[in-house]
């Protein structure tokens, strides 16, 4: 499977994006899906994940009420909508395709490109 992250920008603390990760092939369902991030000097981290038919989603700590991630299988697509941002949420955000419902980075055999979220004071 291919992934295509997109949504970053520059924003305001305070402020909401919207990330999309648009996968190719038609085997999209059969992924657990989640977002990584990583912030300049720090390792990759884990931020949200979401089953393959969407019933379980789990979030890093300090996105909990903020951070809501979606998908859609009849689109091939999966969202985190980020509210409340923080000057701490900047980071590049990658989108992630596993076979297992984990959390760890080298669970996921597939990654978009990143898309950069700037979040301003």
């Known amino acids: 499977v291919q992934l295509q992250a997109s949504g970053g920008g520059l924003v305001q603390a305070g402020g909401s994006l919207r990330l999309s990760c648009a996968a190719s092939g038609r085997t999209f369902s059969s992924y657990v899906m989640a977002w990584f991030r990583q912030a300049p000097g720090k390792d990759r981290q884990f931020v949200a994940a979401i089953s393959w038919r969407g019933i379980s989603r789990d979030y890093v700590d300090s996105v909990k009420g903020r951070f809501t991630i979606a998908r859609d299988n009849a689109e091939n697509t999966m969202y985190l909508q980020m509210n409340s941002l923080k000057p701490e949420d900047t980071a590049i955000y990658y989108c992630?395709?596993?076979?297992?419902?984990?959390?760890?980075?080298?669970?996921?055999?597939?990654w978009g490109q990143g898309t950069l979220v700037t979040v301003s004071s």
């Open positions: 992630a395709a596993g076979s297992r419902y984990q959390f760890a980075v080298n669970e996921y055999d597939y």
